[in-house]
């Protein structure tokens, strides 16, 4: 769950942000590992499609591990970019982010490995930017 509320006791979806050109948006990614085994994933940030800082300066990946009955809050902040209008804001998560992508690797006889859920969107945001 991606929102403004550094607390996630009450769920409340985050669907739209007004911000002017330039100004900085706080928001708070709530993850979270009730009752399945410990669970490993990368956290990014997309803004118009395109990957963002997570943190608005160096920090483009986020690597998480919880193991069971855990949870986690991470602070984020982006810029509002300086075209008004309506942009798109979005945290991916992937699972298992060391997978290999191949095993045996380097071998002639290698095989890819196969997928399933390796990826999750949060819920599109709407950054509505005003002069």
Sequence with gaps: MVNRDEQDL??????TQTAKSGEAIEY????GND?????AFAVTAF???????????????AYVSLPTGTRA??????VAPQETGVHEFVVGMVYDPYQMLEEPPL???????????????SIRIAIVVEE
């Design 28 to 31: 708070f990614i709530h993850l």
């Design 107 to 121: 071998a002639a006889e290698r095989r890819l490995t196969r997928f399933e859920d390796v990826t999750e969107p």
């Design 73 to 78: 809050t991470l602070p984020g902040r982006f």
């Design 10 to 15: 009450e769920i409340r979806a985050w669907m």
């Design 47 to 61: 803004l118009d499609y395109e990957q963002v800082p997570l943190n608005g300066a160096e920090q483009w990946v």
């Design 35 to 39: 009752t399945g085994p410990s669970q």
